[in-house]
């Protein structure tokens, strides 16, 4: 059987300082064949450059502001039955993508999957505020775009990533895959390592508006689909 192709979307916004590493990381899979695509947000660093110094990226421009609007300007540039995600700052374990693509050929049923990570501080950086130190090193449970690997058929259901959103767009879209039905698996294997820095928004911005969004959308949508029993 052979392997289906897998596009790999990487948004980047003035990442030059770790993107080398990240797309290392994309291209040591022990996968292929691979559809790499960074969306730039315009960056003015040397993102653009190092990003076309790698063989096989396609580097296009992003439409619309935010994160949400790169990855969504990445799904429609796509063309793989499969998508994954990657960050700018991030780690993929050279197997990511064969044991997770590999699981789905063999569980036809499961829209998406994601896996475990482990976090990493950057050295010579302090941790950033509101960030659990006993969370560093250890594997945890990952339920991030950058460990999902999802079909492309979800987005027919789910749709596109909202860009009313600033941060957590991931949240409202893997709440949204949910009550739509769609089925999920967790991997129990490390397939990512997360660096934690300086300039993580997951950390140095507030997410708790975006976060109550995302489960007011959540609610309404429940509250809105009629049940079966009716």
């Known amino acids: 059987m052979s392997n289906p192709a897998v596009s790999v ?102 829209d998406y999957s994601v896996a475990h990570m482990i976090n990493f501080l950057e050295p010579g950086y302090p941790a950033p505020p509101g960030f659990k130190m006993e969370q560093l090193d250890i594997p945890i449970v990952s339920r991030t775009l950058e460990t999902l690997v999802v079909r492309r058929s979800a987005f027919d259901v789910v749709g596109l990533f909202t860009t009313e959103l600033a941060l957590a767009q991931d949240v409202d879209w893997f709440l949204h895959a949910k009550d739509c039905g769609l089925t999920m698996a967790i991997l129990p294997e490390v397939l990512l390592l997360r660096r934690i820095h300086d300039r993580n928004d997951t950390f140095t911005k507030d997410m708790n508006s975006d976060l109550l969004k995302a489960l007011h959308n959540s609610v309404r949508r429940q509250r809105d689909t009629p049940s079966s029993s009716s």
């Open 9 to 110: 979307i990487l948004p980047v916004l003035n990442g030059e300082r770790f993107l080398s590493q990240a797309l290392e990381s994309i291209f040591q899979q022990k996968y292929d064949p691979l559809e790499v695509i960074v969306v730039d947000g315009q960056s003015t660093d040397r993102s653009a450059a190092i990003a076309q110094s790698f063989e096989g990226v396609r580097l296009i421009p992003q439409r619309g502001d935010g994160v949400a609007a790169a990855r969504n300007t990445g799904i429609e540039a796509s063309s793989a039955s499969l998508i994954a995600f990657h960050a700018s700052d991030d780690i993929w374990t050279p197997d990511k993508l064969r044991v997770q693509v590999g699981y789905m050929q063999e569980h036809p049923e499961v």
